[in-house]
């Protein structure tokens, strides 16, 4: 069974940063899609950053320009750096893989609060 292990998130201030890290194994890692989603309470799952294996990036509009995601091949981690968090980022964030075969795994999902 696959299991991606997601770290990072926590409380903190509006204007704070978070790293989020999400851990693959590495036989699914280098050719997969990488993505973070969030949930926050009483709305759906939405894409929040995207890397391709070409390392082409994605951002929903509402981070760009606050969040990046970026990867280590070597560690066979994707990590979403979050920077100037505001109230409405608060959301369970979610990382997600999808593999060649169309096949999507999912982190187990972490808690991020920004609040003052």
């Known amino acids: 069974q696959v299991q991606l292990v997601e770290s990072g998130g926590g409380s903190v201030q509006p204007g704070g940063s978070l790293r989020l890290s999400c851990a693959a194994p590495?036989?699914?890692?280098?050719?997969?899609?990488k993505g973070w989603y969030r949930q926050a309470p009483g709305k759906e799952r939405e894409l929040v950053a995207a890397?391709?294996?070409?390392?082409?990036?994605t951002y929903a509009d509402s981070v760009k320009g606050r969040f990046t995601i970026s990867r280590d091949n070597a560690k066979n981690t994707v990590y979403l750096q979050m920077t100037n968090l505001k109230p409405e980022d608060t959301a369970v964030y979610y990382c997600?893989?999808?593999?060649?075969?169309?096949?999507?795994?999912w982190g187990q999902g972490t808690q991020v609060t920004v609040s003052s």
């Open positions: 997600k893989l999808r593999v060649i075969s169309g096949n999507d795994y």
């Open positions: 590495g036989s699914i890692f280098r050719a997969s899609v």
């Open positions: 890397l391709t294996p070409a390392a082409t990036t």
